[in-house]
């Protein structure tokens, strides 16, 4: 799903002056991304006669937690691609488009193609923003030179380019300050690469570096001391606080600031995957809608916005204060589904969301730590067993059995 283009409109938001009616749908959901085709699905199977409309403007929809496996060589990236058209609930109308504006005071949305969209209630799914250029150099130069990222479609199967033709040296791996989405992701790939390069007999030519901007490897402290026990097998070096802010391509060469201190040091490279900033889309960012950091304002148990109570969120865009992953979704659609209908009913929403969020944080070819953690981040395990050990099932679990559950039943609302 795209929401990082920013286009300006071509229509007033002001109802008071001439423009052509906004086009009216009961429930608007923006986004046809994970949290919106789930929510959307849900929806449609609890209403007997939905007037439900999605706006989405990309015709491909992609399962973004494989794209680990695609840079780890196990998966073809076309596997995790899916046309738009055939998830959209039967009965929900798809409005491809793009939201570009948030007049809630109205109950409107502004399109991209110039119309505009009415709605009685409103559902805010419309996914983060990659920030690319916020990283001096990087823009444009990501799968050239030893740079990757596993955060693109189209760039993930080039990191398996990129580990296939590394023979030693330097290895670099960053993530930056959160929130991001799947914040496991940049040292999931990695562990992989730790065994690729040992497998291929390049490993003891190789070092290793994870620079990340948090303060350690995990914040579940249960799932951290696995961790750590990982980073000491595999001679991983760590560097915390430490934030990509420049790369010099051509000279191959990143650049860090100490987020302590704010002293800066550069260090080549043979090879670096890269985690872009991420943040909230600009056309949310700027709307009533966001809090002081951008997401869009909702209450973490009802999903519910303080100010517009018939506006909800869920997913990357909205500001509950767990971690971004599209297992958080699965445990936030059906909680945002009940309160709405309840508001739609004149009722006080009950339902509450705990913050369950899940991590699946692949540790090497068939090896993996199910992270199921809550707002405190206590471990909130699905499976009768220590979760908090690496597992040769919960790697098969990631690699077959989530991506089924995903598009068979996620996306349908059944679950």
């Given at each position: ?13 002001d ?11 009961k429930i608007?959901?923006v986004?046809?991304g994970s949290?919106?085709i789930?929510t ?7 209403l007997?006669?939905?007037d ?6 990309s ?7 494989a794209?680990t496996?695609v ?7 076309e596997k995790?691609?899916h046309g738009?058209?055939g ?5 929900a ?10 007049t809630p ?8 193609g110039?119309?505009?969209l009415s ?17 001096n150099g ?16 189209d ?5 398996w380019?990129?580990?296939?033709a590394?023979t ?7 993530m930056?300050?959160?929130p991001i989405k799947c914040a496991g992701?940049?040292?999931k ?5 730790d ?9 003891s030519?190789t ?12 914040s579940a402290?249960a799932?951290a001391a ?8 595999k001679q991983?070096k760590t560097h ?5 802010i420049g ?7 990143a650049?860090f600031?100490?987020?302590d ?7 080549g490279y043979?090879?670096?995957h890269?985690?872009?900033?991420q943040?909230p889309?600009?056309?949310v ?5 966001a ?7 909702v209450?973490?148990h009802t999903?519910q916005?303080?100010?517009?109570p018939?506006?909800?969120s869920?997913?990357?865009v909205s500001s509950?204060?767990t ?13 945002l ?6 508001t739609m009913?004149?009722?006080?929403p ?7 969020t899940?991590c699946p944080?692949?540790?090497g070819?068939?090896k993996?730590?199910l ?6 981040l ?7 067993f ?5 597992r040769?099932?919960m790697?098969?679990l990631k690699r077959?059995g989530l991506?089924?559950f995903?598009w068979?039943?996620m996306?349908k609302g059944l679950a």
């Amino acid at each position: 799903m795209s929401t990082s283009s920013e286009v300006t409109p071509s229509a007033t938001t002001d109802p008071s002056r001439s423009a052509p009616p906004p086009r009216h749908h009961k429930i608007v959901v923006v986004g046809g991304g994970s949290g919106g085709i789930a929510t959307a699905a849900r929806l449609c199977r609890k209403l007997k006669e939905p007037d439900l409309a999605i706006v989405e403007p990309s015709e491909d929809h992609y399962y973004q937690p494989a794209w680990t496996l695609v840079g780890a060589g196990v998966l073809a990236r076309e596997k995790t691609r899916h046309g738009e058209r055939g998830l959209i609930p039967a009965k929900a109308t798809w409005i491809r488009d793009r939201v570009t504006e948030f007049t809630p005071e109205h109950n409107q949305v502004v399109l991209a193609g110039g119309g505009r969209l009415s709605y009685d209630y409103l559902i805010v799914a419309a996914g983060l923003q990659l920030n690319w250029d916020q990283v001096n150099g990087l823009a444009g130069n990501v799968g050239r030179n030893g740079i990757c990222s596993n955060y693109l479609y189209d760039q993930c199967d080039k990191t398996w380019d990129t580990l296939r033709a590394f023979t030693g040296g330097n290895a670099l791996f960053t993530m930056p300050p959160p929130p991001i989405k799947c914040a496991g992701a940049p040292q999931k790939i990695m562990y992989l690469a730790d065994d690729h390069f040992r497998k291929v007999g390049v490993r003891s030519a190789t070092q290793i570096h994870y620079y990340a901007g948090t303060p350690g490897i995990f914040s579940a402290k249960a799932f951290a001391a696995t961790l750590n026990e990982v980073i000491a097998r595999k001679q991983i070096k760590t560097h915390y606080k430490h934030n990509l802010i420049g790369i010099d391509a051509d000279a191959k060469q990143a650049t860090f600031k100490n987020l302590d201190n704010d002293e800066e040091t550069t260090v080549g490279y043979d090879m670096i995957h890269v985690t872009p900033p991420q943040g909230p889309p600009d056309f949310v960012k700027r709307s009533p809608l966001a809090n002081a950091d951008g997401w869009v304002n909702v209450d973490k148990h009802t999903l519910q916005h303080p100010d517009y109570p018939n506006v909800f969120s869920l997913g990357d865009v909205s500001s509950l204060p767990t971690s971004k992953t599209g297992s958080a979704v699965r445990g936030e659609a059906p909680v945002l589904v009940d309160n709405l209908l309840a508001t739609m009913k004149g009722q006080t929403p009950t339902a509450r969301y705990g913050g369950y969020t899940a991590c699946p944080l692949t540790t090497g070819y068939g090896k993996l730590v199910l992270a199921e953690f809550d707002y405190d981040l206590k471990p909130t395990p699905s499976f009768p067993f220590d979760t908090t050990k690496e597992r040769w099932s919960m790697y098969q679990l990631k690699r077959y059995g989530l991506p089924a559950f995903y598009w068979r039943v996620m996306m349908k609302g059944l679950a």
